[in-house]
């Protein structure tokens, strides 16, 4: 079956800093990423869809300039939390879509990183 | 307003109970789809339904899409301690991303 990959699982840093969590889809070519997060027992609410070779597409409320999305390959998206603080703490999964631009598809979804801020 | 409610948002259960999850919106949907996600790990495809009134078993498991398609339940039959984890039903709103439902957080005691 479809595997995604998300590094790392778990990261803790300090406030100020930027973190940086990659996912990658590992075999097969995703054209389109998708990145949730979700709150202790919370249900994932999404943040961005990321598109190949594109800018993403933010929610509303998702602050572009601290979540930088970068989807550089076919098989990878990566998420940077910029100056991070303690509220943005919690568990990011990205999912991957297989198939063409435009044509729903089964999303497969990453272990998550959880993040913690100190 | 979430989308997609879920009742119960808690349920803790005996080892051979069965159980119920149900999955409410306003809106008509093409498809939905359920998932099973443990703690620290992400989420877990188990069905998707299509069509209006469709039924799908997944051993112990049956799902069900509302004639109107606005509406999905989960019935687990005799729940087992390994059922326990957090159940969310998803349905694609259009954007292709999906829209996930409130959550049901199922504790399965021995």
């Known amino acids: 079956g479809a595997v995604v990959s998300q590094h790392p699982s778990r990261v803790i840093c300090k406030s100020g800093t930027s973190v940086k969590i990659e996912c990658r889809s590992l075999?097969?070519?995703?054209?389109?990423m998708f990145w949730y997060r979700q709150f202790p027992k919370k249900s994932l609410m999404l943040m961005a869809t990321?598109?190949?070779?594109?800018?993403?597409?933010?929610e509303q409320g998702v602050e572009k300039d601290k979540f930088l999305i970068n989807h550089a390959s076919l098989t990878l998206s990566t998420l940077t939390v910029t100056s991070a603080h303690p509220e943005d703490s919690s568990f990011y999964i990205c999912?991957?879509?297989?198939?063409?631009?435009?044509?729903?598809?089964?999303?497969?979804f990453g272990p998550g990183t959880r993040l913690t801020v100190l | 307003t979430q989308l997609l409610e879920q009742s119960p948002q808690f349920l803790s259960i005996q080892e051979g109970e069965n159980l119920t999850v149900y999955c409410n919106s306003s809106?008509?949907?093409?498809?939905l789809q359920w998932y099973r996600q443990e703690p620290g790990e992400g989420p877990v495809l188990l069905v998707t339904?299509?069509?209006?009134?469709e039924v799908k078993k997944l051993k112990r498991l049956t799902f069900q899409f509302g004639d109107a398609r606005k509406d999905s339940s989960l019935h687990i039959t005799a729940a087992q301690p390994g059922d326990t984890g957090l159940y969310l039903c998803?349905?694609?709103?259009?954007?292709?991303?999906?829209?996930f439902g409130s959550g049901t957080r199922l504790q399965v005691q021995p």
């Open positions: 999912s991957a879509q297989p198939g063409l631009a435009g044509v729903t598809d089964t999303q497969y």
């Open positions: 075999d097969f070519q995703a054209t389109t």
């Open positions: 990321s598109n190949e070779g594109s800018k993403a597409t933010y």
């Open positions: 809106s008509v949907f093409s498809s």
């Open positions: 339904v299509v069509t209006g009134g």
């Open positions: 998803a349905a694609d709103t259009g954007r292709r991303a999906l829209t």
